[in-house]
């Protein structure tokens, strides 16, 4: 069975930084797209940013202040947030895919408030 488990979320200040983490376990990680969505209260969940072999994509709106990375030997994927802005507030969520399945996590909280 496929677990993604995400950690890192809170509280943070406009402009500040967090780093998102997503531990995969239960698939073969390295031939698996990995992503970060986000869903605010009354939107849509979005996609942020997906990483696969090759470069990422970003959603328009993170492009220069997100980064998105993985680590295949620890089936870990990243996501690092700077410049944060109060629109970044949102639930986070990791995603994989691959030949057998989509994957979610629980998702975490990130508040970006002062």
């Known amino acids: 069975q496929v677990q993604l488990v995400e950690s890192g979320g809170g509280l943070v200040q406009p402009g500040g930084s967090l780093m998102l983490s997503c531990a995969a376990s239960?698939?073969?990680?390295?031939?698996?797209?990995m992503g970060w969505y986000r869903q605010a209260p009354g939107k849509q969940r979005e996609s942020v940013a997906v990483?696969?072999?090759?470069?990422?994509n970003y959603a328009d709106s993170v492009k220069g202040r997100f980064t998105v990375s993985r680590d295949n030997a620890k089936n870990m994927v990243y996501l690092q947030m700077n410049s944060l802005k109060p629109e970044d507030t949102a639930v986070y969520y990791c995603?994989?895919?691959?030949?057998?399945?989509?994957?979610w996590g629980k998702g975490t909280q990130v508040t970006v408030a002062s």
């Open positions: 995603n994989g895919r691959n030949r057998l399945g989509n994957y």
């Open positions: 239960g698939t073969i990680f390295s031939t698996t797209t």
């Open positions: 990483i696969a072999s090759g470069t990422p």
